[in-house]
């Protein structure tokens, strides 16, 4: 489910990133490469893949061309059209500027429990200005609206009828319902687990397959060719995988890969997927299970969970080179996706005047209310997302806010203490170290998975 693009919540986190315009190029000028400015392009009407709601795009400035906004506005699945956007009401408008290239993304409506999430997905994460207007001026709410990640649950059931004993506990097939999670080989995780909460946990929308990918193959007469072809299609049945590329299973259809795709449902892959699903672009910042916690399959190399990775990196080296291509036209891929590798690598500064903790424990931060709240060793790696990258050693304190609860608010929460409707995840018992007056420690504070809003350091002065 590597096809990820950025509203609410974790797909909150994933409509902000839509926002972001295209890199692009500054060739000679001609009548067909001329500034867009000049040319009086307007505008790019369409449906944001994760929120549902309609967005309108302007572009302004010397630096775009025919070319590129053309390009940026089917990269949105949108439509061009003459003059600005025209709507009688509108919540906001997010600047975005990259050079001398601008873009307007403007949200019609009047329906102020958006604003938070605009908002925040168009400052923190698009790198954008937002600019209220007035159904979003004044207080609105300042945290992102619609589903909260649910935690991954370890879910225990009977197998299902005519399959043999699972390996657990009682004979039952135990399968974590996270995204990375995979049920007991042989079996399907739909079986055993639930697509909905793998929904929070990582967005999804429908995406057609690459064009063609469902012409005749002749390698589908090849015996040993479909034996490992359906050795792949038989592990991903196993994983969450197939909740975005199981045609069948998904809401409203697969995301680009499809295992039920037409022909050989691989050629679905595009050469970037195949290098993702082999490993060969590294995919870590998603998360894994240990093999022996996850039914023996692994996703620590391969994009693909999976229980021999030798043969699953073969399989798709294959693909590639079929293609023309091969491992190494993606050493230089930098691990992906890319906003959870920032989020990695994001160095903190020093927190705004009144952010931290100060002598009475009482925490502050900016950006508004956090369903997350870290308290970490100066020089601590950055929290991630689970199941193994979101309590990273240095942790001194970190405060989980139930998903049936209401986010906290800064000020409300005291260090060492956990509040109604939340639980205190490190350390698992007891109270945590004393902060020393005159040490230097990381606030990070999370919106929710994946959506941090606050990551600075503040030296602590005790009573």
């Not at 972001?20 to 449906?47: D, I, K, V």
């Not at 958006?114 to 001026?137: M, Q």
């Not at 097939?173 to 793998?198: H, L, N, Q």
């Amino acid at each position: 489910m590597h096809k990820l693009t950025l509203s609410a919540a974790l797909p909150a986190l994933l409509a902000a990133a839509a926002l972001s315009p295209l890199a692009c190029n500054s060739g000679a000028e001609s009548e067909e490469n001329t500034p867009a400015e000049a040319q009086g392009f307007g505008h790019c009407t369409y449906t944001n893949k994760f929120s549902k709601a309609e967005e309108c795009r302007q572009y302004e400035g010397s630096g775009w061309t025919k070319e590129a906004v053309e390009e940026d506005c089917l990269g949105q699945s949108g439509a061009l059209e003459e003059g600005e956007c025209a709507y009688e009401e509108i919540l906001g408008t997010c600047v975005l500027e990259d050079g001398d290239q601008t873009t307007l993304v403007i949200s019609p409506g009047n329906d102020g429990s958006a604003c938070g999430g605009n908002k925040l997905g168009c400052e923190t994460f698009a790198g954008g200005t937002w600019v209220p207007e007035e159904p979003c001026k004044g207080d609105v709410p300042d945290s992102p609206s619609g589903t909260v990640f649910q935690p991954p649950a370890l879910v225990c059931k009977e197998p299902v009828a005519g399959e043999a004993e699972g390996q657990s506990e009682d004979g039952k097939v135990c399968t974590w319902g996270m995204i990375s999670g995979c049920t007991e080989p042989g079996r399907k995780f739909v079986d055993y687990a639930s697509c909905d909460d793998v929904y929070t946990q990582r967005p999804y929308y429908a995406a057609p397959a690459p064009p063609g990918s469902g012409e005749p193959d002749a390698r589908m007469s090849d015996p040993a060719y479909v034996k490992e072809l359906n050795w792949v299609k038989e592990q991903v049945e196993a994983c969450a995988c197939v909740c975005c590329h199981q045609d069948s299973v998904t809401p409203e259809g697969a995301g680009v890969w499809d295992i039920e795709g037409e022909g050989n449902w691989i050629n679905t892959f595009t050469p970037y997927g195949l290098a993702f699903a082999g490993g060969f672009i590294p995919s870590w910042p998603l998360g894994a299970y240990p093999a022996e916690e996850n039914n023996g399959f692994d996703r620590s190399v391969t994009g693909l969970p999976t229980t021999d990775v030798a043969r699953m990196q073969a399989f798709f080296a294959a693909e590639l080179s079929y293609r023309g291509k091969s491992a190494e036209d993606f050493e230089s891929y930098e691990p992906t996706p890319a906003f959870f590798y920032e989020q990695h690598t994001f160095e903190p500064a020093e927190c705004e005047a009144g952010d931290g903790v100060n002598a009475s424990g009482e925490i502050s931060w900016s950006g508004g209310s956090a369903r997350y709240v870290f308290v970490l060793e100066k020089g601590a790696d950055n929290p991630g997302v689970p199941p193994n990258l979101d309590e990273p050693e240095g942790t001194i304190w970190k405060l989980d806010v139930k998903p049936e609860s209401s986010a906290v608010k800064s000020g409300e929460v005291v260090f060492g203490q956990v509040p109604g409707g939340a639980t205190q995840a490190v350390p698992v018992e007891g109270s945590p170290a004393g902060l020393v007056s005159g040490e230097t420690y990381y606030l990070y504070v999370v919106a929710d998975v994946g959506i941090p809003i606050t990551r600075c350091l503040f030296t602590y002065e005790g009573k």
